[in-house]
């Protein structure tokens, strides 16, 4: 059962909080609640708040008593829409709204665990252009900040932030906890002030956690930002500190992205020249990735390192130069052994009797000097009857069979060897990539946070563990299982099994690029 549900929110953020407390023992609510309450326990919380002004929940708790008839649980807020409930391996639980507002009643069936997801409009208060998110948990949880919005007060609690893409990540400890932001220009010097403020930070915490980054890009717009705050042109400060603090998140991301391709290309690289090919083009093009990468000039190094890779030349040069050397050799060895077989037929006598002489040296033609025939002309020669002579030797044979066909043995090894390709890592990204391009044009109904799962996949070679995801969307487990359970489900994905790992694979058979 899925369904919606809303109740009456008179009392603001005071009543939406003592919902939330209702999981933290000892709180003053009822001893029936408190009894209800304690068949699960809180495991994961996380909040997403929205550019509307909406929070989109995700809980996680544990039921202690998975053959029960029924479980309560109390949501934070009252207005609660979007709601589906589910176990842990995705299978949904029927519901129904509790008795009091924001509390919902869940049908085990046999599971240990819900996970809970919903919106509600009641966790941010809205005073002109300042809004505010409040929630007192009984675990800590982490909020996923709107997109363009600006924090400029954190309360009494400071968080752990992290910067996801044009969004920031505030992860918080268990308790009361408020988050005062922003979204548009204010235009008031107290705001310029905190919003230059606040790029001074993102700046000191990027440079701490990308070491060698360069953002000259958003030093230059802070120092404009500072310029024109000033010159009391305040909303032009607080204008170009955004841009600066944008600068900051996006150089970040162009950092790490260039960084792994250059560092891709070069073990592509040099895998193709441990097979002989030619990578004379490919290493210099890294050699200007490097230095691309090194003035801060990150999308231009990471279109480099792929333009490296692609270089890398399409047969291997070793075997061909190699075969070509060993044609040559053959062929002079063939023409030398020809012209001593010669030299020995005239050179006998059938009167000589005698068993040995020493011969006057033959004329073989300069190339042979290193050939190891010569060693047949220094020693002494055996005269024998021409009828008596002996047959070619084996060598001889094949010598004289290669100079009769110089070359084509090479020429079949050439022939037989398939020829090479681009390495099929940087093929499958390429190809990946527009297979994902044509699945946004095909679903457009996708979720900006689905869309970025996928490109990813499709960056990595289609497959990702479940943990990558998580790391690098900085996004708690329950939303990133939530979210690949969707992909799956539009068949654009497939888990598997791997070392006890959910491995996330993208379906891509049958979709042409």
Do not use: C
Not at 163 to 191: H, M, N, P, S
Not at 426 to 452: M, S, W, Y
Request: glycine share 8%; aromatic share 6%; no cysteine.
């Amino acid at each position: 059962m899925a369904a919606s549900y809303q109740g009456r929110f008179v009392t603001g953020f005071f009543f939406a909080t003592m919902l939330a407390v209702a999981l933290v023992p000892g709180s003053g609510i009822n001893q029936a609640s408190a009894q209800r309450a304690a068949t699960t326990t809180p495991d994961s919380l996380f909040v997403a708040l929205l550019a509307n002004g909406d929070s989109l929940v995700e809980y996680d708790v544990l039921i202690a008593q998975p053959s029960a008839k029924s479980v309560t649980v109390q949501l934070f807020g009252t207005h609660i829409n979007d709601l589906i409930v589910t176990d842990f391996d995705d299978n949904i639980l029927d519901f129904s709204p509790g008795q009091n507002p924001g509390e919902v009643t869940i049908s085990p069936a046999g599971a240990k665990g819900a996970r809970i997801s919903y919106t509600t409009p009641d966790l941010v208060g809205k005073d002109r252009n300042v809004w505010t998110f409040m929630l007192e948990s009984p675990i800590g949880f982490s909020v996923k900040m709107p997109s363009g919005s600006v924090v400029i007060d954190y309360g009494d609690a400071m968080p752990s932030i992290i910067l996801v893409g044009d969004q920031t990540l505030l992860t918080f400890q268990a308790g009361a906890k408020q988050v005062k932001y922003v979204i548009g220009v204010v235009g008031t010097e107290e705001r310029a002030n905190i919003t230059i403020k606040l790029v001074e930070t993102t700046i000191k915490e990027t440079e701490a956690s990308y070491p060698g980054i360069v953002l000259a890009e958003t030093k230059d717009l802070l120092a404009k930002a500072v310029a024109a705050k000033e010159a009391g042109n305040f909303a032009e400060a607080e204008r170009m500190a955004a841009q600066a603090n944008d600068a900051a998140k996006t150089t970040a991301r162009e950092f790490g992205e260039a960084g792994d391709a250059v560092e891709s290309a070069k073990a592509e690289v040099e895998r193709a020249a441990g097979q002989g090919r030619d990578v004379t083009q490919a290493r210099a093009l890294l050699e200007q990735a490097d230095a691309q990468f090194a003035a801060g000039s990150y999308s231009q190094a990471q279109n480099t390192a792929g333009r490296a890779v692609a270089a890398i030349g399409q047969a291997p040069q070793f075997p061909v130069t190699l075969a070509a050397g060993i044609g040559a050799a053959v062929a002079v060895a063939a023409a030398a052994a020809g012209a001593l077989f010669v030299l020995r037929k005239r050179k006998r006598q059938p009167q000589a009797k005698e068993a040995y002489r020493r011969p006057a040296p033959a004329a073989v033609p300069e190339q042979a000097d290193n050939d190891d025939d010569d060693d047949d002309v220094a020693e002494p020669a055996l005269e024998i009857p021409a009828d008596d002579a002996p047959p070619p030797s084996s060598l001889e044979q094949q010598q004289q069979q290669q100079l009769q066909q110089p070359g084509e043995p090479v020429q079949e090894e050439v022939a037989a060897k398939p020829a090479e390709i681009v390495p099929d890592s940087h093929t499958d990204r390429g190809l990946l990539g527009r297979i994902v391009a044509r699945i946004f044009e095909e679903k457009p109904h996708l979720r900006q946070e689905d869309r970025n799962v996928l490109q990813f996949l499709a960056e990595n070679e289609g497959a990702a563990f479940e943990s990558e995801v998580r790391t690098k969307f900085q996004l708690p487990k329950t939303t990133v299982w939530r979210l690949v359970k969707r992909l799956e489900r539009e068949e654009l994905v497939e888990i598997r099994k791997a070392g006890g790992q959910n491995l996330i694979k993208l379906r891509f058979e049958g979709r042409q690029p």
